[in-house]
């Protein structure tokens, strides 16, 4: 364990150097590199930028252009299609999940304050994407005021020094403090018996711990089979966007620039300036069988082959992801069955079912260092399981197929108003009970008003 941490002292004293600032390598540079630590985390800082929407940083550049020349250049266009796909892709923390935590009552108690005390719902919608997106993401358990609290750290913020003999076991993970220009001034290095701080490539603070492990718990795309890192979604899906980009701002230049009529002045008379706009004309003086006149010439410009190879671009992009198109979809067609939408749809779930696997070990694993957290900071012992229950994804159903879906839960038992009513509206409840008691008003005021019931009675 002492070579693991003197070796990430090491590497982050290297990254953390003034000299160790690198310039943001270009497309073709980035995705020609060979496997090393830098080369990831370029090419997860370049998804995360993507992402971000600072896409016109990575905007390919045309034959011959100079980066002056592109800086000037007009009319740059981008589409977030990262986002989109990204959000689209991540399903699992979409609604709220349901946890139920077993096994020692005290730590249990204890656990499930520190989920409530920090965001966990949204903090795990991130992560989910950032796992989608980068392949690997992290929560670090800290303890702060008193209570253990979550920080999500994204896989360009992060160096792991795995187990040689356990590869998805962290011998020492090396954590960098957010900047926006690309270098490192702050690192921290843990392992499970020590910790480091190293700015400017000097050992600021060095000092040990109890925890037992490091205190980061890794998320991952898929289930990991060579080494600690796995590939995500945004190395193909950043580079096709960047370059669909390119395509949108040559669009947008071929029709600012030749997509309108040019006027054509055959021999104006050369005496007079040529003034051109609304109750203006122009004089002619010529003789004999002299042209003369005022043509207007529209250029050849591709622009319908340019939007047709736009939207066959945007159609395989979304085929290489796995993304059905009735999933972007904001309305179904009228023809459109939920049978045809499920089997459209087939790719988005399996995908679901094998992420549910390795998010449920992670959450086991996020319980257990928070336990260790708590262990060294308060002295609680005992263990806890936990169970996740993940909301079945929605798909898009025509109103009447809802209704009747909703229906025959109702009839089967397997559903009450209420949960119908928080399902609909969230956020007009505290909760499930707040949603109950609000049912129960409505439908005594009805009864009072003489209306009938109209559903099944249910156990209140």
């Given at each position: 364990?002492?070579?693991a941490?003197?070796?990430?002292?090491s590497?982050?004293i290297?990254?953390?150097s003034p000299a160790a600032f690198?310039?943001v390598p270009?497309?073709?540079?980035l995705?020609a590199a060979?496997?090393?630590d830098d080369?990831?985390?370029a090419?997860?800082?370049?998804?995360h930028d993507?992402?971000e929407?600072?896409?016109?940083?990575?905007?390919?550049r045309?034959?011959?252009e100079?980066?002056l020349e592109?800086s000037?250049r007009?009319?740059?266009c981008?589409?977030?299609i990262?986002r989109?796909?990204?959000d689209?892709?991540?399903q699992?923390?979409?609604?709220?999940?349901?946890?139920?935590?077993m096994?020692?009552?005290?730590?249990a108690?204890?656990?499930?304050?520190a989920f409530a005390?920090n965001?966990?719902a949204?903090?795990?919608?991130?992560v989910?994407?950032?796992?989608?997106?980068?392949?690997?993401c992290?929560?670090?358990?800290?303890?702060?005021?008193?209570?253990a609290r979550?920080?999500?750290?994204p896989?360009?913020r992060?160096?792991?020094?795995?187990?040689p003999a356990?590869?998805?076991?962290?011998?020492?993970?090396?954590?960098f403090?957010?900047?926006?220009n690309g270098?490192?001034?702050?690192?921290?290095v843990?392992?499970p018996?020590?910790?480091?701080?190293?700015?400017?490539?000097?050992?600021?603070?060095e000092?040990e711990?109890?925890?037992g492990?490091?205190?980061?718990v890794?998320?991952h795309?898929r289930l990991?089979?060579d080494?600690?890192?796995?590939?995500?979604?945004?190395?193909?899906?950043c580079?096709?966007?960047a370059?669909?980009?390119?395509k949108?701002s040559?669009?947008?230049y071929?029709?600012?620039?030749?997509?309108?009529g040019v006027m054509e002045i055959?021999?104006p008379d050369?005496?007079?300036n040529i003034e051109i706009?609304?109750g203006?004309a122009?004089?002619f003086?010529v003789?004999?069988?002299?042209p003369?006149?005022?043509d207007?010439?529209s250029?050849?410009?591709?622009?319908a082959?340019?939007?047709?190879?736009?939207?066959?671009?945007?159609r395989?992009l979304?085929?290489?992801q796995r993304v059905?198109?009735s999933?972007?979809?904001?309305n179904v067609?009228?023809n459109?069955?939920g049978?045809s939408?499920v089997?459209?749809?087939?790719?988005?779930?399996e995908d679901r079912?094998?992420?549910?696997?390795l998010?449920?070990?992670?959450?086991?694993d996020l319980?257990?260092?928070t336990?260790?957290?708590?262990?060294?900071?308060e002295?609680?012992?005992?263990d806890?399981q936990?169970a996740?229950?993940f909301?079945?994804?929605?798909?898009?159903?025509s109103l009447?197929?809802r209704?009747?879906v909703?229906?025959w839960k109702l009839q089967q038992?397997l559903?009450t108003?209420?949960e119908?009513m928080l399902r609909?509206?969230p956020?007009?409840?505290t909760?499930?009970?707040?949603a109950k008691?609000h049912?129960?008003?409505?439908?005594a005021?009805?009864r009072?008003?003489g209306?009938?019931p109209?559903?099944p009675?249910?156990?209140a």
């Amino acid at each position: 364990m002492s070579d693991a941490y003197t070796h990430a002292l090491s590497v982050a004293i290297d990254h953390t150097s003034p000299a160790a600032f690198k310039r943001v390598p270009p497309l073709g540079e980035l995705y020609a590199a060979p496997e090393s630590d830098d080369a990831r985390l370029a090419l997860a800082r370049f998804c995360h930028d993507m992402y971000e929407g600072n896409q016109l940083r990575h905007m390919p550049r045309l034959s011959g252009e100079s980066s002056l020349e592109f800086s000037r250049r007009p009319h740059k266009c981008f589409l977030n299609i990262t986002r989109v796909v990204i959000d689209v892709l991540s399903q699992l923390y979409r609604r709220p999940v349901s946890r139920r935590l077993m096994g020692d009552d005290a730590a249990a108690k204890v656990i499930a304050r520190a989920f409530a005390n920090n965001p966990t719902a949204q903090l795990m919608l991130s992560v989910d994407r950032m796992a989608r997106l980068q392949g690997v993401c992290a929560l670090r358990v800290s303890y702060q005021d008193g209570q253990a609290r979550f920080w999500p750290w994204p896989a360009h913020r992060l160096i792991v020094l795995p187990d040689p003999a356990l590869p998805l076991t962290p011998q020492a993970v090396i954590a960098f403090a957010a900047s926006e220009n690309g270098q490192t001034p702050l690192a921290h290095v843990w392992t499970p018996q020590k910790v480091a701080t190293v700015a400017q490539g000097r050992v600021i603070s060095e000092a040990e711990h109890g925890l037992g492990r490091v205190p980061f718990v890794f998320f991952h795309d898929r289930l990991p089979t060579d080494g600690f890192w796995v590939e995500g979604r945004g190395r193909s899906l950043c580079h096709a966007n960047a370059e669909f980009n390119a395509k949108l701002s040559e669009l947008a230049y071929t029709i600012a620039m030749q997509g309108f009529g040019v006027m054509e002045i055959v021999n104006p008379d050369p005496t007079r300036n040529i003034e051109i706009g609304p109750g203006r004309a122009i004089a002619f003086n010529v003789s004999g069988n002299t042209p003369y006149g005022v043509d207007f010439k529209s250029p050849h410009a591709p622009i319908a082959e340019l939007i047709t190879d736009l939207e066959f671009y945007l159609r395989t992009l979304l085929k290489t992801q796995r993304v059905p198109e009735s999933v972007l979809s904001v309305n179904v067609g009228q023809n459109a069955s939920g049978v045809s939408i499920v089997a459209a749809q087939s790719p988005v779930l399996e995908d679901r079912v094998e992420r549910m696997a390795l998010f449920r070990q992670a959450e086991q694993d996020l319980v257990n260092c928070t336990l260790a957290v708590l262990h060294e900071h308060e002295g609680m012992r005992g263990d806890v399981q936990v169970a996740l229950d993940f909301p079945e994804p929605q798909l898009e159903q025509s109103l009447t197929e809802r209704m009747a879906v909703d229906a025959w839960k109702l009839q089967q038992g397997l559903i009450t108003p209420w949960e119908i009513m928080l399902r609909d509206d969230p956020d007009a409840f505290t909760d499930i009970e707040d949603a109950k008691r609000h049912w129960l008003a409505k439908r005594a005021e009805m009864r009072e008003a003489g209306f009938p019931p109209a559903i099944p009675s249910q156990t209140a």
